[in-house]
């Protein structure tokens, strides 16, 4: 199988996606020059040029690539060639409007934007085969091909016809008969009972709530479309090139794909990440996506995109401020990240991204955005040698699933107020702030290295991850499991008594008699802490080894948190402060310790292999504490026993 190291040969990539058919030929030499003045060593090229390299059916106009692949090449950068199956031309849609997705109310998505294809439409995958064919047998033997991206952000539904009938061949894969599929989704309720496969649909809008498992089941079919769309891709790539490495890059934490199975398909698992400048909370966002990312791929990653600048798809669009772009790249970095790219190269003068940052902004080379492209590319190859390839692996993981994030995020639940992706932020916030780092895992993965295993919220689990969960505490692991878990299965079938028994014995909790889900803004008081967004009324069994109460209320005297030997149920969500005292705790417990001691507020610290990351989060300068004697790979200067980070500042410290 090729490796990413096939791509990277001991170097972190550095680069982004590169749209030269924006521009006139003049300016290609112009982004070469800047690209070599800034370290670039790799540009993805075609993402949208579908319409370019074949502007009429079956056409094919290679020639502009042709000149731009060699191009690269004679300069020394490699390039990452997409296929351009994102964004059908407009013809596609015009000749043959069984290409165009239908959303739940029947309404076409047009073209005129992008990502105007029906995963499910022989058409659009007769046309998209076609065009990687012959991208592939052309570029094969190209010097400057480092790698294939097929697609980008596969993300797109459709629940038209072919795609109903598609997802019709699916059920009857999945479930053998109609029996089967009657029993599963639960049709007694509101005579919903198939007699027969042509009456069933995609979830369409109804009158009133969807049935869920059909809801759940069209996620999941979802996915898999998407995937066998992204798998024949990388086949046909794979027949012309079997040594290149394929990614397809992901979106952050993003609902659609089953991200686990997916990188499973990839030889590089890559991912775009956009925090916000704004938000007081975009590194740890950052930082948890870097840690899905990384578990993902089991090793070194691809920072595909992010914006060296402002975006333009948020209701304000702040630019980074002076440092905030390297020290997140570096952040990525340390993370496991062995290429650090962006959306885009050039920033656009038309189309709807224009006002969206480039590596290059409007300001051009003299702006302050080059000028910090071009210092952090010097520094990633300064550091590249001594960081590309290594992999830490860490002593917690946080289980997150896409299939109990899909049965619990619906509608007609205990409350709207719980958003999935929030509850697992905050878990990931704790430890981030205790300087705890942390792996991500499935909920069915192999737990036995991790010492401390945190699940924030697994609404859905089968049989196979429970026992999975009790295997791991019975091995002496330390488990946390936060609200709703182990409700349902993976049907959304409640289990009895509303948490698995398995779950209920191994926290020690006789009866689960009703959720008391909380307001907005609301906060309920237990001993020591407030929670929000949840509680529950819990009734021990008695076996518990400690028990923290709710404080007046409804829920007075009554179990907030129990621990039962090295298991904890934490029936609502901690403030903060005392979820991070919490989960050090349970660390310190399990023999986990924070990467450093004694951190200045604001600043982060990762183990990469033997190097040490230290990232100043924070807007004054601070000093940090590092015993003994590094170098700092950054400045190649001497460390000893203390450090100083300016605002925004960054080391990367060999011992
Ligand atoms: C995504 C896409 C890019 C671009 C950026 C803008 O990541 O892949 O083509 O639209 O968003 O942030």
């Not at 991912?271 to 909370?281: A, E, G, K, N, W």
């Not at 909920?443 to 924030?456: F, G, I, M, R, S």
């Not at 191994?506 to 009703?514: A, D, K, S, V």
Request: hydrophobic share 40%.
């Amino acid at each position: 199988m090729p490796q990413f190291s096939d791509a990277t040969r001991g170097r972190i990539l550095f680069g982004g996606d590169y749209n030269p058919e924006q521009w006139p030929e003049e300016t290609w030499h112009e982004d070469v020059r800047l690209m070599k003045d800034a370290g670039v060593n790799s540009v993805t090229l075609g993402v949208f040029s579908w319409a370019k390299l074949e502007p009429e059916p079956g056409a094919r106009e290679f020639d502009w690539l042709d000149t731009l692949m060699d191009l690269m090449h004679d300069n020394g950068i490699g390039v990452v060639l997409a296929t351009p199956t994102s964004s059908p031309p407009p013809w596609m849609g015009r000749l043959h409007p069984d290409t165009l997705p239908r959303d739940a109310d029947g309404h076409i998505e047009w073209w005129g934007g992008r990502q105007h294809f029906s995963h499910s439409s022989a058409t659009y995958r007769h046309y998209a085969a076609a065009i990687t064919e012959d991208l592939a047998a052309r570029y094969a033997g190209h010097p400057a091909l480092t790698m294939w991206h097929i697609n980008n952000e596969y993300c797109t539904f459709d629940h038209g016809d072919e795609a109903a009938a598609a997802f019709r061949r699916w059920l009857r894969e999945k479930y053998g008969t109609l029996d089967g599929l009657n029993t599963a989704w639960g049709t007694a309720f509101w005579s919903q009972g198939y007699d027969s496969w042509d009456g069933i649909l995609p979830p369409r809008r109804a009158h009133y709530l969807n049935n869920p498992t059909q809801v759940l089941d069209f996620r999941r079919f979802t996915s898999d479309m998407l995937l066998e769309c992204y798998v024949a891709e990388r086949d046909i790539v794979r027949r012309h090139t079997p040594r290149l490495p394929v990614t397809t890059n992901f979106m952050s934490l993003w609902i659609g794909q089953d991200a686990w199975r997916w990188a499973e398909e990839e030889d590089v698992v890559s991912v775009d990440i956009y925090p916000d400048p704004r938000d007081p909370l975009g590194a740890q966002h950052g930082a948890l996506v870097q840690d899905m990312t990384r578990s993902q791929a089991r090793g070194p990653w691809m920072l595909m995109e992010q914006a060296a600048g402002p975006v333009n798809w948020r209701g304000v669009n702040h630019p980074k401020p002076r440092g905030v772009n390297r020290l997140w790249s570096l952040q990525a970095v340390a993370r496991g990240a062995d290429a650090v790219c962006y959306f885009q190269w050039r920033q656009s003068r038309q189309g709807a991204e224009k006002f969206h940052s480039g590596m290059v902004s409007h300001a051009g080379e003299r702006g302050r955005t080059f000028q910090e492209v071009k210092q952090l590319g010097a520094e990633l190859a300064r550091i590249g040698r001594e960081v590309a390839g290594n992999h830490t692996a860490n002593e917690i993981a946080i289980l997150h699933d896409w299939h109990s994030w899909w049965a619990g995020a619906q509608d007609g639940r205990p409350s709207t107020e719980v958003d999935h992706p929030a509850v697992v932020h905050a878990w990931h916030r704790a430890l981030w702030d205790a300087h705890l780092t942390t792996d991500f895992a499935h909920p069915e993965h192999d737990l036995t290295a991790y010492k401390l295993v945190v699940v924030p919220q697994l609404y859905a689990l089968t049989d196979a991850a429970i026992e999975n969960l009790l295997a791991y505490v019975r091995g002496g692991g330390t488990l946390v499991c936060g609200f709703l878990t182990g409700v349902a299965d993976e049907d959304d079938r409640v289990r009895p008594g509303g948490m698995d028994a398995r779950l209920r014995e191994l926290f020690g909790i006789r009866t689960l008699h009703e959720w008391w889900p909380l307001d907005a803004g609301e906060s309920v008081e237990c001993d020591g802490f407030r929670g929000s967004l949840w509680s529950e009324e819990i009734e021990a069994d008695g076996s518990d080894d400690e028990t923290i109460r709710y404080k007046g209320g409804e829920l007075d005297g009554l179990p907030a948190v129990l621990r039962k030997g090295r298991a904890w149920y934490v029936s609502t969500l901690p403030e903060p402060d005392e979820l991070r005292g919490l989960l050090g705790r349970m660390a310190a417990e399990a023999g986990v310790r924070p990467v450093l001691d004694r951190l200045p507020a604001g600043v982060e610290a990762v183990r990469r292999g033997d190097l040490l990351f230290l990232l100043n989060h924070g807007r004054e300068a601070v000093t940090v504490e590092v015993p003994g004697t590094h170098r700092d790979l950054l400045t190649d200067t001497t460390v000893t026993d203390e450090l100083s980070l300016g605002r925004y500042g960054a080391a990367v410290l060999k011992p």
